[in-house]
């Protein structure tokens, strides 16, 4: 079954820490996707991973793809509660590159004073 | 502007009331595909289309429709609507000839059957 898996799911910060959420996903691939959601609204582009090592930051957030491992993390650097969201990864299974995406779970983040 | 755009954003219907959510994109891709949000469960690919007339049944089809006439349109249709398909739909669109796959997704749609 082809699965992508995120940790930790829930996941409550204090501003100004550093944490790093987990994507693994079960087959080969070497397109990844990190995707943020805020409540009740739609799913926003953050970091489109296609090659083994890539590695993309935007501010405080820093995406990075280990294809070898199956494994990509997103760091978030200082955080801050405008980073409160939720954060997917997604990654390409179907061996192709038209978008047939796999969801993970997503990861409730809350940043708190 | 370019956009996915979906309709109606909010539904309540009744058990067995066919209805169709439309789904409309802008920026001439291939590439259009459903998908229903659930808590805990991420999301979910219901069905996707690779072009015009070329659909294929993504994770969870069971008792949805779709058609791809138009390269822009691609309606979400429930036959036969059941409360477990109380939901929040995605249309999300991309350009796969030439891009990197990445999804563009409409506002949503949530889904309520009584």
């Known amino acids: 079954e082809l699965k992508v898996e995120q940790n930790p799911l829930f996941l409550s910060m204090q501003e100004g820490k550093n944490y790093t959420i987990y994507c693994n996903y079960s087959?080969?691939?070497?397109?990844l996707y990190w995707y943020r959601q805020d409540p009740g609204k739609s799913l926003e582009s953050l970091f489109v991973?296609?090659?083994?090592?890539a590695v993309k930051q935007e501010g405080r957030l820093m995406a990075s793809l280990d294809t070898k491992a199956r494994l990509s993390t997103l760091h978030i650097t200082a955080a801050v509660h405008d980073l409160s969201a939720t954060y997917f990864c997604?990654?390409?299974?179907?061996?192709?590159?038209?978008?047939?995406?796999?969801f993970g779970q997503g990861t409730i983040l809350t940043v708190h004073p | 502007e370019a956009q996915v755009t979906q309709n109606p954003r909010y539904l309540i219907t009744v058990t067995g009331k066919k209805l169709t959510v439309t789904c409309s994109q802008n920026m001439n891709h291939e590439y259009m595909s459903w998908y229903r949000q659930d808590p805990g469960l991420g999301l979910r690919q219901i069905y996707y289309s690779m072009n015009v007339e070329v659909t294929d049944k993504g994770d969870v089809p069971e008792g949805y429709k779709v058609s791809r006439k138009e390269k822009r349109n691609f309606p979400l249709i429930l036959e036969s609507p059941s409360p477990n398909q109380t939901s929040l739909y995605f249309c999300a669109s991309s350009l796969y000839r030439e891009g990197t796959g990445e999804l563009f997704f409409g506002e949503g749609s949530r889904l309520t059957v009584l």
């Open positions: 991973l296609l090659s083994n090592g």
């Open positions: 087959t080969t691939s070497d397109r």
């Open positions: 997604a990654v390409d299974l179907s061996g192709t590159s038209y978008g047939k995406l796999t």
